[in-house]
């Protein structure tokens, strides 16, 4: 009788340690060592090291953009990156499987007994859910062979049109001019990289061109400004305060020697350093009143301007030639999933389709939650179809807001050209316009209910935003 009451005594308290370590996790108190980019608060709570996520986010960076554990390693390590640590692939590999970076925290990982446990969303993420996952699609590419000797444009991106293999890299030799090709064996195909890069060229100037305009006028947008503020960064700084004040006082008393003293205080600063940095760009962040509307408008002003001057695809195409060949494969890899082409009777490539990066899809939506996502529709102006730059998910005060900012530097006017349900529309879009005197900057589809073409009941009307040329 006593050893079965010992039994259920030892089951209860086992019970109740496994739902106080279950009510820990959830509330970020993670067991074990912290994986690089966190770190602990005074209460032992999991959050985010300011002074080494970035590390954390560039990592992953690189291996989307196709280096391997072992590129990534040597690439920190002859950076001295968080010298004297020495960076090994077996690091990269454990950092790039580590769902804490995410969010969640995986429970018996390593048990090969015992079913693992996700606890998600317990932690601050320092990377995106999408991001993570695109590392683990990487790895299964990478796990197969290709050729790493040179640097080709679309590594990994290619995909047979047959097959849907990844087409393999390969280089000509020889006396004769050199030639990168992307070949699939089993489908007997062959793409020229120069071809390739030719075939797309229109994608990846508008992506060169999204690329400037996002770091110029939409970054504060994808920095989430509203959430953005200074406690965490204040937090850090007096706990690394009280870090230097006890080495010193350590150092003072002969504790430790004058060699350990000036390394740990020599690290000390220059992560406080680091985070003051970060603290004043943080304040700089929250100073700047904007609205995504006038952010846009900023962007229409100086893209108009260009236009005039005939300057917008000359810096364009600058942009993308000045880069190394290494930069503009980061650069494909940055945006581009996968791009399948195919021969036409001509033998010149065309594009059958392209998939993008899913943390692209993610700015793509952020700015379309915004009133700033641009698409191009069909507009037919004095009798010739063009395509244009066109507004959508933008409602009446939002439209209001751009047009003012517009007027301090044209003289712009608005057009309704109709209202309609949406799903009954298929028209081409007409627009009558003084060659001499009007410019048309873009249109817009105005829908104040913002849940733009989701219901049959729903309205929009299209307009067209217009300047007067001087």
Not at 69 to 88: D, F
Not at 125 to 154: C, G, H
Not at 230 to 250: G, V
């Amino acid at each position: 009788m006593l050893t079965v009451l010992s039994q259920l005594e030892i089951e209860i308290v086992s019970e109740r340690t496994k739902f106080g370590l279950n009510g820990a996790i959830k509330s970020g108190h993670l067991p074990g060592v912290v994986p690089l980019g966190y770190t602990r608060d005074k209460n032992k709570k999991v959050i985010i090291d300011e002074t080494t996520k970035d590390i954390v986010i560039r990592i992953f960076n690189m291996y989307l953009q196709g280096k391997s554990y072992q590129q990534i390693s040597n690439t920190l390590n002859e950076e001295k990156v968080l010298y004297p640590k020495h960076w090994r692939d077996s690091t990269i590999m454990g950092m790039l499987d580590n769902k804490t970076y995410m969010g969640d925290y995986v429970k018996f990982s390593k048990s090969a007994n015992k079913e693992p446990i996700v606890y998600m969303n317990v932690v601050e993420p320092i990377i995106s859910r999408a991001m993570w996952e695109e590392a683990q699609l990487q790895k299964e590419k990478n796990q197969r062979a290709y050729t790493r000797d040179r640097v080709y444009l679309f590594f990994q991106r290619l995909k047979c049109p047959k097959c849907n293999r990844i087409m393999k890299c390969k280089g000509s030799g020889g006396k004769k001019k050199k030639y990168m090709y992307y070949s699939c064996s089993h489908c007997k195909l062959y793409y020229r990289e120069d071809k390739v890069e030719k075939c797309l060229e229109n994608f990846i100037l508008d992506l060169v061109e999204y690329d400037m305009t996002v770091k110029k006028y939409f970054f504060p947008i994808l920095a989430d400004k509203k959430e953005t503020n200074t406690e965490k960064f204040d937090k850090q700084i007096e706990e690394l305060e009280k870090q230097k004040a006890r080495i010193k006082k350590a150092f003072m008393t002969g504790i430790v020697e004058m060699e350990d003293f000036a390394e740990d205080y020599k690290l000390i600063e220059e992560k406080l350093d680091l985070l003051e940095k970060k603290k004043y760009e943080t304040l700089n962040l929250n100073a700047v009143s904007f609205t995504p509307q006038q952010l846009l408008a900023d962007r229409d002003i100086e893209r108009e301007k260009l236009i005039k001057d005939d300057k917008l695809s000359e810096i364009i195409k600058e942009e993308w030639n000045k880069k190394s060949k290494e930069e503009k494969q980061e650069f494909i890899s940055k945006f581009i999933e996968s791009v399948v082409l195919i021969k036409d009777k001509n033998d010149e490539l065309k594009v059958e389709n392209i998939n993008f990066r899913r943390s692209y899809i993610e700015q793509l939506t952020k700015f379309f939650n915004s009133g700033i996502f641009d698409v191009y529709a069909p507009v037919e102006i004095n009798g010739e179809e063009k395509y244009i730059r066109t507004s959508v998910n933008i409602n009446d005060d939002q439209l209001q807001d751009y047009m003012q900012r517009l007027n301090k530097e044209f003289e712009v006017e608005y057009y309704e050209l109709f209202s309609e349900k949406a799903n009954k529309n298929d028209e081409e879009i007409e627009l009558e316009l003084n060659k001499e005197k009007q410019k048309l900057i873009r249109l817009v589809a105005v829908n104040n209910e913002k849940k733009f073409i989701k219901s049959k009941k729903e309205n929009y009307k299209i307009g067209a935003v217009v300047c007067t040329k001087k």
